[in-house]
Antibody, heavy 118, light 107 residues
Framework: DVQLLESGEGLVQPGGSLRLSCAASGFIFSSYTMGWVRQAPGKGLEWVSDINPSGGTTYYADSVKGRFTISRDNSKSTLYLQMNSLRAEDTAVYYC???????????WGQGTLVTVSS | DFQMTQSPSSLSASVGDRVTITCRASQGINNHLAWYQQRPGKVPKLLIYAASTLQSGVPSRFSGSGSGTDFTLTINNLQPEDVSTYFCQNYNGAPLTFGGGTKVEIK
């Protein structure tokens, strides 16, 4: 079975940094696009970033461009999201997701909560 | 800026009703549209991709249609377990925008 397990949850001050990880299992990780989607408390879904199977191509939402970096280690079947210069509006549950044939997401992790507050 | 406009933002219907949710893209996205269901407190679940292809295991009362800029999710014979928020998503290219969501409740 496909499993996506996020970690890195935490409380961080505005301007701080945090790295999220997503350990994948149950599929050939190196063959699939992976992404991060977030959901602020009581709000809708917001796509954050995508990375292609090799890690050579990445995409970002304008709201995080220049502050967040997505990466992957295919040898460890792990996806990462490095978040810098965090803002209060980055407070959300962050989901790791596996893309299907294109960038629709057919498997989601349970999510990890990031809280940005002083 | 590219936008996905979803409507209505909420609706209330009776068990057995047909429910229709629409999603409009600010520019054409071919059929690169997915629909997700998020039950309260749960992780989003893929229902439909390529505008009309039902994800494996999803009940056949769910269906999708549309192409270009206008898309529809239909739930036939609404069931109590369908109480959820539904989101559309463009995957035609970055940004992979989600619609604002439609909260479906039972009368």
């Amino acid at each position: 079975d496909v499993q996506l397990l996020e970690s890195g949850e935490g409380l961080v001050q505005p301007g701080g940094s945090l790295r999220l990880s997503c350990a994948a299992s149950g599929f050939i990780f190196s063959s699939y696009t992976m992404g991060w989607v977030r959901q602020a408390p009581g709000k809708g879904l917001e796509w954050v970033s995508d990375i292609n199977p090799s890690g050579g191509t990445t995409y970002y939402a304008d709201s995080v461009k220049g502050r967040f970096t997505i990466s992957r280690d295919n040898s460890k079947s792990t996806l990462y999201l490095q978040m810098n210069s965090l803002r209060a509006e980055d407070t959300a549950v962050y989901y790791c997701a596996k893309a299907g044939g294109a960038s629709w997401y057919h498997y989601w992790g349970q999510g990890t909560l990031v809280t940005v507050s002083s | 800026d590219f936008q996905m406009t979803q409507s209505p933002s909420s609706l209330s219907a009776s068990v057995g009703d047909r429910v229709t949710i629409t999603c409009r893209a600010s520019q054409g996205i071919n059929n690169h549209l997915a629909w997700y269901q998020q039950r309260p407190g749960k992780v989003p679940k893929l229902l439909i991709y390529a505008a009309s292809t039902l994800q494996s295991g999803v009940p056949s009362r769910f269906s999708g249609s549309g192409s270009g800029t206008d898309f529809t999710l239909t739930i036939n014979n609404l069931q109590p377990e369908d109480v959820s928020t539904y989101f559309c998503q463009n995957y035609n290219g970055a940004p992979l925008t989600f619609g604002g969501g439609t909260k479906v409740e039972i009368k």
